[in-house]
């Protein structure tokens, strides 16, 4: 599969591509700690179906995409300065991850794609919007937020998971994949056998978990998005979970009311995941923007 050429400082992301290239373009941006096939094969095969050119992507510090060299760094330390008060430094900000998405459609001769975002992937999306309007046709942001500070904040459960320590082996990072989907995924729809296999998989495929806390300071060092989206002239979908515990319902909340005529979708009973039973109307809600119709009501 292609990567892009290095950056200036030596970036190279790996993507892959699926459907008719003829299609309208669909980027879809992952999460934290996140390779590309978190986006399930399945899920992409209904937007293929629906005539969409599909690209995803594993970001810097995860997947076969390049690891920064950033020396020692103590992201514990660095993120509990933070939750002081204390200004953080990271590697890199989210505006160099949204470079690396350009440089992805650059590779592809993609002038300007439909971009999809889910959690740190919408922030990143968000952030492709302001600082590069022209690349992004519409903007979903999923089970997201803004980078204020007084909305979207983790519960501290969750946080407390979030910060737990790094495995170590396949066995560790299984177990932990069950963990993390039990506690932030959607009551009574977390498949733990999925959860398993994706874990797995991911490990095998390569396993980097400083990357996670890398990309974890990038959010939190990253400014405040609001004013930037409040200049967007971009159809824009917010979607967001109800029960979110991850990135609380108020971040999503905070997107849509900031982006001008942005739509919100909020999803009862859905958590910090997409389970297969919302990604038939996930697709519908996408085909809507891109063709400039109103997002349905949801059911």
């Known amino acids: 599969m292609p990567t892009t050429p290095p950056s200036a400082d030596g970036i190279e992301i790996w993507y892959t591509t699926d459907g008719d290239p ?8 992952m999460g934290l700690g996140a390779q590309h096939q978190e986006w399930d094969d399945e899920l992409v095969a209904l937007f293929v179906d629906r005539g969409f050119f599909v690209v995803r992507f594993d970001n810097r510090d995860v997947g076969l995409s390049t690891k920064p060299d950033v020396g020692d760094l103590d992201v514990g330390a660095a993120m509990m300065a933070s939750l ?38 919408g922030m990143i999306a968000q952030t492709l919007a302001i600082e590069h309007p022209e690349r992004v046709r519409t903007l979903t942001s999923v089970m ?21 320590t790094p495995p170590t082996d396949r066995e560790q990072a299984v177990e932990r994949g069950v963990v993390v989907a039990n506690a932030i995924g959607s009551p009574g729809l977390v498949d733990e056998d999925k959860a398993r296999q ?72 859905m958590a910090h995941d997409v389970p297969p039973v919302h990604w038939p109307e996930l697709v519908e809600d996408v085909v809507a923007l891109a063709t400039g119709a109103d997002v349905p009501a949801a059911g």
């Open 22 to 29: 003829s299609g309208a373009p669909l980027l879809m941006v």
């Open 84 to 121: 002081g008060g204390a200004p953080v430094e990271a590697p890199y900000l989210l505006s160099d991850m949204a470079a690396d998405a350009v440089a992805v459609l650059d590779d592809l001769d993609i002038a300007s794609a439909h971009v999809l975002g889910a959690s740190m992937g």
């Open 144 to 164: 997201s937020t803004t980078g204020a500070q007084d909305v979207g904040q983790p519960t501290p459960e969750i946080l407390g998971v979030l910060l737990a």
């Open 198 to 269: 994706k874990a797995g998989a991911a490990w095998d495929r390569c396993a980097y978990p400083p990357g996670t806390g890398h990309q974890l300071l990038a959010i939190v060092a990253s400014p405040d998005r609001t004013p930037g989206l409040r200049q967007l002239d971009v159809p824009t979908l917010v979607i967001h979970g109800s029960v979110d515990p991850l990135v609380t319902p108020s971040g999503g909340e905070a997107t849509a009311a900031a982006v001008p005529g942005a739509q919100l979708r909020m999803i009862e009973g």
